[in-house]
């Protein structure tokens, strides 16, 4: 790939420059999937006269954005205490995706004397993704277990693949930490 656009050779850091632009275009879908989940889940919270009235994931993924404006931290912090994994995780990992979307370039490149810089992109960027992925579980989690409810509430089977056992275990044991930091 590198050979293409002419960065064969370059590195910065660790990594060659094309792989660094590979983590951080993971970085950026990592984060708008969890942000998909979450605008999801808050579909079902939503107040009739909020800031987030008339939400929900289909217009988020064919939508043009003008109804879904709102960022991953607007979302956050409007529904992550009622769906149970706000917290100091959560607002960092929202931190870390500001940090990626605005400052990147200039904590990383800029070479600003005097400037603050971030140590080992390369590793803050696979964290990053990794988090992002582990708060995915923990929403996936979420709407499985809301799914049960909904199947016991209406008389029928939950029709859930099994794999969706290993989601809500990780929410349980989120809430069961939770629990005990409160």
């Not at 979420?142 to 099994?162: L, Y």
Request: charged share 30%; glycine share 10%; aromatic share 8%.
């Amino acid at each position: 790939m590198s050979s293409h656009v002419g960065l064969e050779g370059i590195r910065i850091g660790k990594l060659a420059l094309a792989d660094e632009m590979m983590l951080l275009g993971g970085a950026m879908l990592a984060a708008q999937k969890l942000e998909f989940v979450l605008y999801g889940m808050a579909s079902h919270l939503k107040e009739k006269n909020g800031k987030f009235k008339g939400l929900n994931p289909e217009e988020f993924l064919r939508g043009d954005g003008r109804k879904t404006r709102e960022t991953l931290g607007a979302i956050v912090k409007e529904f992550g205490a009622r769906l149970l994994i706000d917290g100091e995780d959560l607002n960092r990992l929202v931190s870390d995706r500001n940090l990626i979307a605005h400052n990147y370039w200039r904590l990383t490149k800029a070479n600003i004397r005097g400037g603050r810089r971030l140590v080992a992109p390369e590793d803050f960027l696979f964290g990053f993704t990794v988090r992002c992925e582990k708060f995915i579980g923990l929403c996936q989690g979420w709407v499985a277990i809301a799914k049960k409810a909904a199947a016991e509430m209406e008389g029928r089977e939950d029709d859930s693949p099994a794999q969706v056992e290993t989601h809500i275990q990780a929410y349980l044991e989120h809430l069961a930490k939770r629990a005990v930091v409160k």
